[in-house]
């Protein structure tokens, strides 16, 4: 997927009325993503993604410990503007949604594993309109 079919997908999935909204929820997912993954898994995430999108990455992994609301607080507060930590954390799913479909199975798979239970509860439990991911 390019750039735009990513902004898109996540638009779609959330029901973000511009492309901006989307992409800023997209970016900020990531960031804070990044600050919670150990380094060595967002190199690898980051080359498989566009690089518009790629960028929002860290270039090395935080490894900062945090549970799962904190993260969806991060990101509203990444986001800005009025997004609250629900708002936040539809986004988020939709993000990881979209990831999972864009990175590849291994890839994603790698990625989750580094994440606490929590965060695989939460997070990657649902898509937003409520199907099993």
Known sequence: MQEQEIVAAVRELTGLDDADRAADAT???LSVLGQRLPG???Q???DQLPP??????PS???GEEF???EFYRRVAETEGGDVTADGAREHARAVVAVLKDEVGEATFDGLVSRLP???QEDLLSTAPSGEQL
């Open 27 to 29: 970016r900020a997912t």
């Open 40 to 42: 060595d898994g967002i």
């Open 44 to 46: 690898e995430l980051a």
């Open 52 to 57: 518009g999108i790629a960028e929002a990455l």
């Open 60 to 62: 090395t992994g935080g």
């Open 67 to 69: 549970g799962v609301e």
């Open 117 to 119: 239970a929590d965060y």
